[in-house]
């Protein structure tokens, strides 16, 4: 089963070297790399063409006409090159620990004997976590945020991202139900983990396949949740923390309005009562949060949700 790797780079020269490397270095072979360029300015397109002569079979690289401007929108475009029955996203920064792609790769395919090949699934794991040195700041990615990888339901995804797109594998399936990803989406690994949550099923890999690279370059990284300082900043950031929460209830807008007549009435249920969340007052909303579970995991989270609902 041939898999696709996706790799968005732009300005990558600091890192891709290395990072293509440890795709080179995978305990399996049964990959292709797909790079696409966003109008880079440094060396990074030279970078990636020197492997392109040595695995001509194994790279491939397309380079934008014009710039995308984010990660997002970069993946996105990405996703109709893909035409293997599995696909990957990676990013220009990490390092792929040399099981990276056999772990993930044996999920799926248990995944598959549990619930059918024809169903949409999404694949995701642990990520250590690493300075710019590589220097590990924290073992678990998912201890580090205190995240809690159960929490999978489409009810606790319309409220908290748990999927970390640089670990993500998901098959054909899903692929051809998530690709439509629209502009109100707020990350494409989100997006794909709400219509795996809606249609299909998300399987977790405790170990780490990452080295999470935390430089000052990141678009998104690992935050320590546990920091003082982190969260006092974080609460103090009032208008910050309402479009963040606005971003939230327009992209569940937006997955109402392309999945209405194909989700379950439970989902439906979901999605309705948490868009209505802006539409009453403070009591109100903390009862819509309570009874359909819309809390974000971990007690600073959920004092933040109350503060700012």
């Not at 996706?6 to 490397?21: H, P, R, S, V, W």
């Not at 220009?92 to 699934?121: A, F, H, S």
């Not at 970390?164 to 139900?177: A, V």
């Not at 900043?233 to 209830?249: F, P």
Request: proline content about 3%.
């Amino acid at each position: 089963m041939m898999i696709t790797i996706l790799m968005a780079t732009f300005n990558g020269e600091k890192y891709i070297d290395e990072q293509i490397q440890s795709i080179l270095s995978q305990s399996v072979d049964n990959w292709k790399l797909i790079i696409q360029d966003d109008c880079s300015t440094d060396s990074t397109v030279r970078i990636i063409q020197k492997y392109l002569v040595k695995y001509p079979d194994k790279i491939t690289i397309v380079q934008r006409q014009s710039p995308s401007r984010s990660a997002k929108t970069n993946f996105i475009s990405m996703l109709e090159m893909a035409k293997s029955d599995y696909v990957m996203t990676c990013d220009q920064d990490d390092i792929w620990l040399p099981n990276k792609v056999e772990l993930t790769l044996k999920k799926m395919r248990d995944m598959e004997c549990e619930y059918g090949k024809d169903i949409p699934l999404l694949v995701h794991t642990d990520l250590k976590v690493v300075n710019e040195n590589l220097e590990v700041v924290a073992e678990s990615m998912f201890r580090y945020q205190n995240l809690d990888s159960r929490r999978i339901s489409f009810n606790n995804l319309l409220v908290q991202n748990i999927v970390t797109g640089c670990t993500m594998m998901f098959n054909r399936p899903l692929l051809n139900l998530a690709d439509n990803v629209p502009d109100e989406s707020i990350m494409h690994d989100w997006w794909f983990a709400l219509v795996a949550a809606a249609f299909g099923k998300i399987g977790f890999v405790k170990e780490p396949t990452i080295l999470y690279r935390q430089h000052r370059s990141n678009e998104i990284g690992a935050k320590d949740v546990r920091s003082f300082l982190y969260n006092l900043k974080r609460s103090l950031d009032k208008e910050g923390n309402r479009v963040a929460l606005q971003c939230r209830y327009n992209q569940a807008a937006a997955f109402l309005g392309l999945f209405e007549k194909e989700l379950t009435d439970e989902c439906l249920r979901y999605l309705k009562a948490y868009i209505s969340i802006p539409n009453y007052m403070k009591i109100k909303r903390i009862k819509i949060i309570w009874d359909y579970d819309f809390w974000m995991t971990g007690f600073v989270r959920k004092c933040g949700q109350i503060l700012y609902i």
